[in-house]
């Protein structure tokens, strides 16, 4: 299979045109709950008394909007931090006043996720990620659902690097005894460096993941162009090595950007390329891509490796992987794309997926053009005259 750049318009919406090129659609989905943010139409939390403005942030993990593929939209509407996401905002607010209610986003099935599952995290930084899924998977008993987090450095190291480790990775122990925490794994060599409890026969998982994956490089940096090539068989080599712990109906996860140079690995080929070329028994395809929201998964915070700094995410895509036509738990829905009513948001569940469409982009953009518009009207002064306008306003 062939992967389009970012900037393709790989759309199945034939029926809808735009004077714009979209990003590349083709068997891409988002969570509905992201884009009920970037709408402006999330279900009101307990307390909260009107509904939360449209999103930026989520308008642009969903719609990728960038300069090289819509000048008029970045301009009048640029891209704001993630924290000012209304979810975020209010998860902010809640923590601050030792709030542990649950927010809406953290629901059984949210990004593929569900009480009961077994999840292997591969490379995760300072373990958010893996505290982030076990909220998830593991039931309120912890009579089910376990998380096994690793992690490619030791203990001492991701205690130096992260001040916060030790809360997260006593939180991620809390949420219950079967979740097993493994250090110095190697994801090219997982037989070899997971946790000796891991590896039996028995241990199978539905979920294998690894967020933007890396070769070990330099402190803070990131993977670029010169070590493509490294960073594309690295990617080869975990499939293989991952495919031998996924149950029958589980799937391998990868996080990576889209953005130049990240949309040149052509993940969704590479990583099929080693499983490919030993035989394709299982039938194990890519399934699709899912736009990444890490504000669905709280408290996950991406992170440079080897460094405490977080890094911008909005263009990174769930890239899935499965078997055929075993997809009873499946991230990425087994119908085609269905015509989604996107008017009739009050119907849409947040933990479901749906379709990334031209038409979704098309009713994002002109929401936030027209926001846009009314905002500018309401600075502008009744005159017309911005400098008188000022001085009025000084005088009162």
């Not at 015509?339 to 947040?350: G, K, M």
């Not at 933990?351 to 002109?366: A, E, G, Q, W, Y």
Request: charge should be positive.
């Amino acid at each position: 299979m062939s992967s389009k750049n970012e900037s393709d318009d790989g759309s199945n919406d034939a029926a809808t045109t735009s004077t714009f090129p979209h990003r590349n659609l083709d068997q891409l989905y988002c969570p509905t709950a992201t884009y009920l943010c970037a709408i402006g139409a999330n279900p009101l939390e307990e307390g909260q008394l009107s509904s939360p403005s449209a999103c930026i942030p989520c308008a642009y993990k969903v719609c990728n909007f960038d300069i090289a593929l819509d000048q008029e939209f970045t301009k009048l509407v640029p891209n704001q931090r993630p924290e000012q996401c209304p979810r975020s905002i209010k998860r902010t607010k809640k923590s601050a006043d030792n709030d542990d209610a649950p927010t809406t986003c953290v629901k059984d099935g949210m990004m593929g996720y569900k009480r009961g599952m077994n999840v292997l995290t591969v490379g995760d930084g300072d373990f958010s990620f893996s505290l982030a899924v076990a909220k998830l998977v593991v039931s309120d008993n912890s009579k089910s659902g376990m998380v096994v987090a690793t992690s490619y450095e030791d203990l001492t190291t991701l205690q130096r690097v992260y001040p916060a480790f030790d809360d997260t990775l006593n939180a991620l122990k809390s949420c219950s005894t079967k979740n097993i925490i493994g250090y110095k794994v190697d994801a090219t060599q997982l037989k070899k460096t997971l946790p000796p409890n891991v590896i039996q026969p028995s241990m199978k998982f539905h979920r294998i993941c690894w967020n933007f994956p890396c070769t070990a490089i330099g402190h803070g940096q990131d993977g670029q162009n010169e070590s493509m090539e490294e960073n594309k068989e690295l990617v080869r080599k975990f499939m293989a090595n991952a495919l031998q712990f996924l149950d029958e109906c589980g799937e391998i996860q990868i996080i990576h950007k889209t953005k130049p140079p990240y949309n040149q690995w052509d993940m969704e080929t590479v990583a099929m390329e080693e499983i490919n070329k030993n035989g394709n028994e299982l039938e194990f395809e890519y399934k699709g891509r899912l736009v990444f929201d890490k504000c669905n998964m709280p408290p996950y915070v991406p992170r440079k490796a080897l460094d405490k700094k977080s890094f911008p995410c909005h263009d990174a895509c769930v890239y899935v992987f499965g078997l055929r036509r075993r997809s009873v738990e499946s991230t990425i829905p087994n119908n085609e794309k269905a015509d989604i009513d996107l008017d009739a948001t009050t119907s849409l569940d947040p933990s479901s997926v749906i379709p990334v469409t031209t038409k979704l982009i098309d009713t994002l953009r002109t929401k936030h053009l027209a926001l846009a518009s009314y905002k500018r009207e309401l600075r502008r002064p009744s005159d017309g005259n911005p400098k008188k306008g000022k001085k009025q306003r000084k005088r009162k």
